[in-house]
């Protein structure tokens, strides 16, 4: 992970007279929000954060480098919302800078081709105003990229709330989107592994899950847009990174996995074999669908991987 996440100091203008400007109260929420050649649905996504019901918060976006005219249509169109330029350094990185300027007592992203329901920053604060050193953790409704509702697919009917290591070895049902945190523990944890393209949201979730209790909210809390770019397509390579995060998760917390023994045998099957049909999709060579579907069996044994295999050598 990223070594060291700290708070930026903010400096604040001085008259001619020596005499500094009155200090702003921090807000309660910080709302970080990546962005990469985006203007477009980023402009949608901001005006989505401006109408929430809930008003004690600050917007920063962090621009990882576009080139699309996102600075200026930022700073004419949204002059209350704190903009930052970064070079091109992927997205986990603009989000721990993001976390890194946050002046809000909790922090919470927003990927800007996403957005939030009006009254999603009240929803996921609700439980921590009773808790404050939890977390909460929201669901979303997909769109598709003009806007227009999907079919969503969730991967269960009640997500849990409390201890949720479990579910989470099994599931990634935490998002960087709509996770609201103590900006203080996001820094302690050491932020999102910027050396990962992908899988640093997951990676991070999982670590969250052994600091705190998660609280789910019921209702889903944002609009997901999948689009041609979404970074969280699957394919073998993404696929197989998120099966690495798992193990250096359980390689850190031995704990975790002698807990969860069978739950573990039985995800890490499921990768395996999730492997070996994106290979065969790709038309990857036959060995390396036979060696995923090997490992599957060896994980957790069952008719239907033991038949995939039988076939992947015909």
Known sequence: MTPEITECSRTEDSSTTGSCRTPQPSPLITIGVSTYNRKDYLRESLQSLLRQTLRDFE??????GSTDGTAEMVREEF??????YQE??????????????AAGRYLVFNDSDDLFLPDALERLYAPLAAHPDDCSYGQYITIDAEGRQQQTRYKMKTYPSGHIVPE?????IVHNCATMMPTALFRTIGGYDATLRVGYDYKFALELATRTHLHAIPEPVFLRRRHGTNLSNANYEKIKLLLMVVEEFLNRHPEARSAHAPLVRKRLAAFHSKLAREAKKEKRS???????LRCSLREDFSLKALFRYLVAWV
């Open 79 to 84: 002059p209350e919302v704190r903009y930052i």
């Open 168 to 172: 989470l070895i099994m599931h990634v």
């Open 59 to 64: 917007i920063i976006v962090v621009d990882d």
């Open 286 to 292: 036959p060995a390396l669908v036979r060696q995923h």
């Open 88 to 101: 091109n350094s992927g997205d986990a990185a603009a989000k721990n800078q993001a976390a890194a300027h």
